[in-house]
């Protein structure tokens, strides 16, 4: 089965700064492979997905997240922070034709100004 | 692009007392949708796969009897939780996958909103 591994519970950035959120995966086969952010109190948004091909793959509202075999990781990273980045991010493995999701505990970020 | 909404957003009931959530696909046909619990600053746990005219597949460990799950039409998917109590207060969160919204052979969802069950 499948699995996820977000090691970072809670990360504070000014704004502006750069970010890298951790995402760890275990999976048999190729992966999909899928940010989420979810603001409080309400449901999710697809920030960027992995399904096949460029391994750097470039998402909405600036993210990018790049997929490393080598090391089961599918890292998210952003260039310079805004306020209105903060929230809960999800990483999320899915097997392709059943599209069941497995998520990562989540990280929640904190960007200060 | 693809929209599902969720009814109702947050719901407080009785103890004991049986509560519907709906969950709609608004612009596409929903083929197959998902369950998800989650409780307070912790990860979706799915509960239940849902495809149209045929028996909801729950996840080891929840009970089918407690949360029933029919999905009667392509684009309609409920979710009733049965005799309510307060352990079943958390927050609902459907997602559908549908037909026309396939990206290299996979298939992407799309999420509700969520739904916030308080049981008092």
């Known amino acids: 089965a499948q699995s996820v591994t977000q090691p970072d519970i809670h990360i504070t950035v000014s704004e502006g700064a750069s970010l890298e959120l951790r995402c760890n995966y275990s999976y048999g086969a190729t992966p999909y492979l899928f940010w989420y952010v979810q603001s409080p109190g309400q449901g999710l948004q697809l920030l960027l997905k992995?399904?096949?091909?460029?391994?750097l793959v470039q998402g909405i509202k600036g993210f990018e997240a790049e997929f490393k075999r080598s090391q089961s990781s599918f890292n998210l990273r952003k260039p310079s922070v805004h306020w209105s980045d903060a929230a809960e991010y999800f990483c999320?493995?899915?097997?392709?034709?059943?599209?069941?999701?497995?998520f990562g505990t989540g990280t929640r970020l904190q960007v200060t100004l | 692009g693809a929209v599902v909404s969720q009814h109702p957003s947050w719901v407080i009931c009785k103890s004991g007392t049986s509560v519907k959530i709906e969950c709609r696909s608004l612009d596409f046909q929903a083929t197959t949708m998902f369950w998800y619990r989650q409780f307070p600053k912790q990860s979706l746990m799915l509960m239940a796969t849902s495809n149209e005219g045929s028996k909801a597949t729950y996840e080891q460990g929840v009970e089918k009897d407690k949360f029933l799950i029919n999905h009667a039409s392509l684009t309609l998917s409920t979710l009733t939780v049965t005799s309510a109590h307060p352990e079943d207060s958390s927050f609902y969160i459907c997602?559908?996958?549908?037909?026309?919204?396939?990206?290299?052979?996979?298939?992407?969802?799309?999420f509700g909103a969520g739904s916030r069950l308080t049981v008092l």
């Open positions: 997602s559908a996958r549908g037909q026309g919204l396939r990206t290299s052979g996979a298939n992407v969802l799309t």
């Open positions: 992995y399904f096949s091909g460029d391994t």
């Open positions: 999320a493995v899915g097997t392709g034709t059943a599209s069941k999701l497995t």
